[in-house]
């Protein structure tokens, strides 16, 4: 899509904040910075590194400091803030627009003369370009003026200490970090001048506010009265950063066969397909793929990844890279378990999740149906037997079956669901006990196991008769039939009818236990006290622990974090589920794409082009937490998707 924002949308500084902008390399560095190309974020910044891949990555381009002269008249196109008391930079005043086109593009009007400023970011290294065009229609003489600042401090730590840059043959050495520059244009080193860029987003959140960075060159072109002009500059961790518009270039191409791969008819489902690339990595410690859960602050986790990687993979026709990640995974299983956390240097992965090995079954299963590799399946098949195995005796965070066939999961300070905040020896939404969406999950990978096990010589009874134990337990001691919904866990605590979103899951899996009348009434519960067109609330307004408000220090923030906060991923669960209970029928495949026409104003708002992690739970719009989320844009593909196929089969009319 192309999304265009004017002198309206940023009038005020707060304004041309408000939105950002994001490209990434595949190995999980990036650029980004907001619609007024300033830094609100530590974790932002034009060269975020990956040392190695997907997590370890660095902030070496922080921002740039743009000076234009015209005629002795000075004027900055850079906006930034600081907290050391200097005056701010404020080229916002002069931007005539900001828009996203297969990459961010921003265009400044200055006293005659114009400049286009577009930034690209490599694939597969880590470079990144800002190149500008200047048409000078003034009677002087113009010339543009570019300082690199540079924070040379892993992602997220601001720098607190100066340090002693060294300067040669066009490469900068610090904290140990090494940055190559080149360009078309005069480049001068300079000694060290040092400033103090404020970050009010993290300002709001507790975070760091803000942190030293260091220009210790600059980049000048003049252009005559009368004529136009290029500059560039291209930053890489390895000499020889290539041509900015040779990378403007690859990167147009690239976004323009993500948005074509899976032949989208919907523009939204285009942008998220565009999206969606962005999370998907590389591991160098596993020398596979992988999915980043979220930028700016995640990195890869088993969870998210199992919930991103049927949209973002699947939907799109990325079967080579789902199959690696899948690898990935199933090749780490230890006790029945898949790490929730992979391995960084001589670290050990961690495997506090629940629910990650189910979802990986039914991740497998999903890459089968759409591409009949059975003997895919048939090396999964050992690891997948384990999993069942280890379940039913029991492995670690107290994960086990139950005389009942149900699962339990979780003890002590152990949150192994996605509601998994611990703060300060406090568990917010605690849900030890046997989770709702837990049990549909594990319904779910018995019955798949009872499906695929014909391709790997087995009968798989034992399967059919364990998950039919499992329905029988579930529709007993899950359903409230006064309330007409599910339980949320069994634990016998308060906490165990709480109306929360993950029954949704109940109901969307590809196997599920209710009759459809129950089916329904989930459907239709979730609807009327979670749905918001931007997510589904995490707990039901009238619940005395609901939270209206995202906001504060991180321990205000994880008290809210499950307590009403508002999801966009569950609402992927939401549309599929009301699709399977209205029996896919034209008139609800037309309610949906009603419902979904909020999107492009998502959209818009936040990281633009991507969807976030969250909103506030009492009056969600104002995106929160990572900007760019995986299993939001992952989710609400699969929905773009299954309309498609409706509407493909002649059902939308």
Avoid at 544 to 564: K, L, N, S
Wanted: some cysteine; charged content about 25%.
């Amino acid at each position: 899509m192309r999304f265009v924002f004017g002198k309206q949308d940023m009038t005020t500084l707060e304004q041309a904040q408000e939105r950002c902008w994001l490209l990434a390399n595949g190995l999980g560095g990036y650029m980004s910075a907001s619609a007024a190309f300033s830094v609100t974020r530590c974790d932002q910044g034009l060269l975020v590194a990956a040392e190695a891949a997907p997590n370890q990555r660095v902030n070496l381009v922080h921002r740039l400091s743009e000076e234009l002269t015209v005629g002795g008249k000075r004027e900055f196109l850079s906006t930034q803030t600081f907290a050391d008391g200097r005056e701010p930079e404020e080229g916002y005043r002069n931007l005539s627009s900001f828009l996203w086109d297969r990459g961010p593009v921003w265009l400044y009007h200055v006293d005659g003369v114009q400049i286009r400023r577009r930034c690209a970011m490599a694939c597969g290294s880590n470079r990144a370009a800002v190149v500008y065009e200047i048409e000078n229609r003034s009677a002087a003489p113009c010339a543009l003026r570019v300082r690199p600042f540079c924070l040379f401090a892993p992602k997220g730590q601001a720098l607190v200490e100066k340090c002693a840059p060294h300067w040669e043959n066009n490469a900068l050495t610090a904290g140990g970090y090494t940055l190559y520059i080149s360009t078309d244009g005069a480049l001068t080193p300079v000694p060290p001048v040092w400033e103090t860029p404020a970050y009010p987003d993290d300002a709001r959140d507790g975070r760091t506010a803000e942190s030293l960075a260091a220009a210790c060159c600059e980049i000048e072109t003049v252009v005559p009265a009368g004529e136009a002009g290029t500059l560039e500059a291209v930053f890489s961790t390895e000499p020889g950063g290539g041509s900015g518009d040779a990378l403007l270039a690859a990167q147009r191409d690239r976004m323009e066969s993500l948005a074509a791969r899976r032949s989208f008819r919907d523009p939204a489902a285009r942008q998220l397909a565009q999206s969606a690339d962005a999370f998907i990595t590389r591991r160098d410690s596993t020398n596979g793929m992988t999915i980043v859960a979220g930028y700016p602050f995640f990195g890869d986790w088993g969870r998210d990844t199992m919930i991103a990687l049927p949209g973002c993979l699947l939907s799109t026709g990325r079967f080579e890279e789902a199959k690696s990640v899948l690898r990935t995974f199933l090749a780490y299983e230890r006790d029945g378990l898949v790490p929730n956390l992979f391995p960084e240097g001589q670290e050990e992965p961690r495997y506090n999740t629940a629910d990650a090995a189910l979802l990986l079954i039914n991740c497998v299963w999903l890459y089968y149906r759409k591409t009949g590799d059975a003997a895919f399946v048939r090396g999964a098949w050992p690891v997948m037997a384990r999993i069942i195995r280890a379940y039913l005796r029991g492995t670690r965070h107290a994960i086990g079956a139950d005389a009942d066939g149900l699962v339990h999961a979780g003890e002590g300070l152990d949150q192994v669901t996605w509601m998994d905040v611990c703060i300060n020896g406090v568990l917010p939404t605690p849900r030890h006990g046997k989770p709702v969406e837990l049990n549909a999950y594990w319904y779910n990978a018995l019955r798949i196991m009872g499906e695929l096990a014909p391709l790997a010589g087995e009968a798989g009874r034992e399967y059919a008769a364990l998950a039919e134990r499992v329905r029988e337990s579930f529709n007993r001691k899950f359903w409230l039939e006064e309330e007409g919904y599910l339980r949320d866990v069994l634990s016998g605590s308060a906490a165990d009818t709480q109306m929360r979103c993950n029954q949704i899951w109940a109901v969307s899996m590809p196997f599920t236990m209710l009759s459809p009348r129950r089916e329904r009434q989930v459907v239709d519960a979730v609807y009327r006290r979670l749905y918001t067109p931007c997510g589904l609330r995490t707990l039901a307004p009238d619940d005395r622990e609901f939270h209206p408000v995202y906001a504060g220090p991180q321990p205000a923030r994880d008290m809210a974090y499950h307590q009403g906060t508002v999801w966009p991923f569950p609402l992927g669960a939401y549309y599929l589920a009301y699709l399977k209970t209205r029996g896919d029928a034209p008139e609800a495949a037309r309610a949906v794409r009603e419902q979904l026409e909020p999107m492009e104003a998502m959209l818009r708002e936040g990281c633009v082009g991507f969807l976030p992690e969250i909103y506030d739970g009492g009056n969600p719009g104002a995106s929160k937490g990572c900007f760019a989320q995986a299993w939001s844009v992952g989710e609400l593909l699969r929905v773009y998707e299954k309309l498609e196929e409706i509407e493909a089969d002649g059902h939308a009319g």
